[in-house]
T-cell receptor
Framework: EAQVTQNPRYLITVTGKKLTVTCSQNMNHEYMSWYRQDPGLGLRQIYYSMNVEVTDKGDVPEGYKVSRKEKRNFPLILESPSPNQTSLYFC????????????FGDGTRLSIL | QKEVEQNSGPLSVPEGAIASLNCTYSDRGSQSFFWYRQYSGKSPELIMFIYSNGDKEDGRFTAQLNKASQYVSLLIRDSQPSDSATYLCAVISAGAGSYQLTFGKGTKLSVIP
C-alpha cells in the first residue's frame, strides 16, 4: 500500500528536549515536505526537499532542521523545542515536485510544555 | 508574501444541493491549483487539481479556474453529509528556480441531511 508514515503520532514533551519526528514514504517520490497546521493559520510549509541531499526552507523554518540522506526518509528535528512549536505536523510527498498532487501522512500532534 | 484567500465559513448547504467553494490568489504567475479535503483530525486528501483555465470535472466535483480574475473554485454537486469537511485551496507559484506552495486557511462545509 502506498503511504507516508509518520512517527510518533502523538508526543508530549518539555521545552528544550531535542526530538525527531520521522517521515517515510514507500512510493519512490522525489519531493517531500513538512507542514504545521494551527487553528486560524492553516497549513504552513516548514521545509521541503526536491531530492536526496536537496532541502530548502518553506514559510516557517525557524526552530526546525531537516535532512534527506535517503530518498524515502525526511525527518523533522526540533533541536530545542519551545511551546510555540506545539502544533499538528504533516509530512507529504509527491513524485517530482509541489506542482503535482501530494500524498499526506496521518499527522503528528506535538505538545511542548 | 503570496496570499491565498478562502471564506472560512462555515458554509451550510442542504443534502442534494450544489456547494460552491471559492479561492482567490494574489500571484498572477501562479501555475498549479489544488483542492484538498480534510476531515476533522485527519490529514488532507486530494480532491482535484487544475492547471489550465476552464472547468475540470471528476464525478460530482468540478474545479473551475479563471487566471485573469485570479480565482479557482470547487463545485460539489448532489452534496452528501459525507462531504462535510474543511476544503483547502493550494496554489503553486514558481520563480528563481524554486516553487512556493501556499495553502488557504480552508472553508468548512456542512451538508445538512
Amino acid at each position: 500500500e502506498a503511504q507516508v508514515t509518520q512517527n510518533p503520532r502523538y508526543l508530549i514533551t518539555v521545552t528544550g528536549k531535542k526530538l525527531t519526528v520521522t517521515c517515510s514514504q514507500n512510493m519512490n517520490h522525489e519531493y517531500m515536505s513538512w507542514y504545521r497546521q494551527d487553528p486560524g493559520l492553516g497549513l504552513r510549509q516548514i521545509y521541503y526537499s526536491m531530492n536526496v541531499e536537496v532541502t530548502d526552507k518553506g514559510d516557517v523554518p525557524e526552530g526546525y532542521k531537516v535532512s534527506r540522506k535517503e530518498k524515502r526518509n525526511f525527518p523533522l528535528i526540533l533541536e530545542s523545542p519551545s511551546p510555540n512549536q506545539t502544533s499538528l505536523y504533516f509530512c507529504a510527498s509527491s513524485p517530482s515536485g509541489p506542482n503535482l498532487p501530494q500524498h499526506f501522512g496521518d499527522g503528528t500532534r506535538l505538545s511542548i510544555l | 508574501q503570496k496570499e491565498v484567500e478562502q471564506n472560512s465559513g462555515p458554509l451550510s448547504v442542504p443534502e442534494g444541493a450544489i456547494a460552491s467553494l471559492n479561492c482567490t490568489y494574489s500571484d498572477r504567475g501562479s501555475q498549479s491549483f489544488f483542492w484538498y479535503r480534510q476531515y476533522s483530525g485527519k490529514s488532507p486528501e486530494l480532491i482535484m487539481f487544475i492547471y489550465s483555465n476552464g472547468d475540470k470535472e471528476d464525478g460530482r466535483f468540478t474545479a473551475q479556474l479563471n487566471k485573469a480574475s485570479q480565482y479557482v473554485s470547487l463545485l460539489i454537486r448532489d452534496s452528501q453529509p459525507s462531504d462535510s469537511a474543511t476544503y483547502l485551496c493550494a496554489v503553486i507559484s514558481a520563480g528563481a528556480g524554486s516553487y512556493q506552495l501556499t495553502f488557504g486557511k480552508g472553508t468548512k462545509l456542512s451538508v445538512i441531511p
